[in-house]
């Protein structure tokens, strides 16, 4: 009887450990790695057709003062603070539109469509910018935006794309996966076993990015470990908690974590400084400069990946206007975009804003957001 007990024991240890590998957070879209290789890439770009949705009716608006809501994720971190810097600025250069923005201040989906629900009954906005926290929960009520006449965009996280008309994309998917990827197996080598802090696992870029690093991983640097997946809700504390979370569970097999987001990053990088583990386990991922900054100065962290938010809102501002005056419509290829200049369309109603960049101790306090 031992015997068996031992036996069904260790059959439901392997099926467990055969569980955890499942790639947690990944959507199941089809995936496209980029070539192997230490570099950042940005991918190549897909011109397709058209596959946004339509606005209805309404006047034409070309030159005129508009009104704009901007919802994203959630208020209160520096992130989407720095997007909506980047809004701000882009308006006061254009002169006719003014944006507000106004969301939760937790990442709560339910919440982010009773925001956007709420300025659509109003009837005074004439566009939406938005940051989803669920693509496909977000998409009928952008859709009732778009029936009404009121243009919408979105940028940093998209929704389903008949929901919205553009989506600012701020860098290809397999780029940023190739350069979380990159940047992991740089400090930590070829065979390192990692986790990942997200936010949710409905999360829309966040999933896409978990699925392109897994293709890419596994194409590129097949002995590396995945060994597991964590939720944060784009909460700090909660973050650090994942973090310490995953150091006591998996001890000397951890070697890395990535985070993918800009809270879920610099509260790993918390985590890991307090356990006393800098240079034991890397932390990799998302995140803006100035949270970062103190632990790629005390040698904690080694790279930060991202782009810069406040172009990232600049950009959605700049395509919206266009869409209004006509100067962006299907088919384009490209959009002006003040300052950033011309941006390319990709994967039929996408903007792109570039290529990924690395932050770390050369560069990180060059810049201030």
Sequence with gaps: MKVKLSLIFSMVVLASMALAQTWDGADDLPTNPLACGMS????E????DYNGGMVSGGMSMAGEDIVLIDVPKL??????AATTAGQQKAAEQLGNVTVTTDAPTEANIDDQIAVIENYIASGNINGILFAANDPVAIA????SALEKGIHVVGYDANSEPDAREWFVNQAEFNGIAKAMI???VAEKGEDAGFGIVTSTFTTPNQARWIAEMQAYQESCYPDMTWLETVEAQEDAVLSFNQANTLMNKYGEDLHGILGMT???TPSSADAVTQAG??????VVGLATPNAMK???????VESVVLWNPVDLGYAATYVMRAIVDGDLNPGDTSVMAGDLGELQVVNGSEILLGAPFIFNADNINDFDF
Aim: overall charge negative; glycine content about 18%.
């Design 45 to 48: 770009v897909a011109m397709l």
């Design 262 to 264: 800009s809270v879920a």
């Design 294 to 300: 103190p632990y790629v100065d005390d040698g904690c």
């Design 75 to 80: 208020v209160g971190i520096g992130y989407f």
């Design 140 to 143: 009928p009520v952008l859709r």
């Design 40 to 43: 950042s890439g940005g991918g």
């Design 182 to 184: 990159d940047s992991l």
């Design 277 to 282: 583990l800098c240079g034991e386990v890397a």
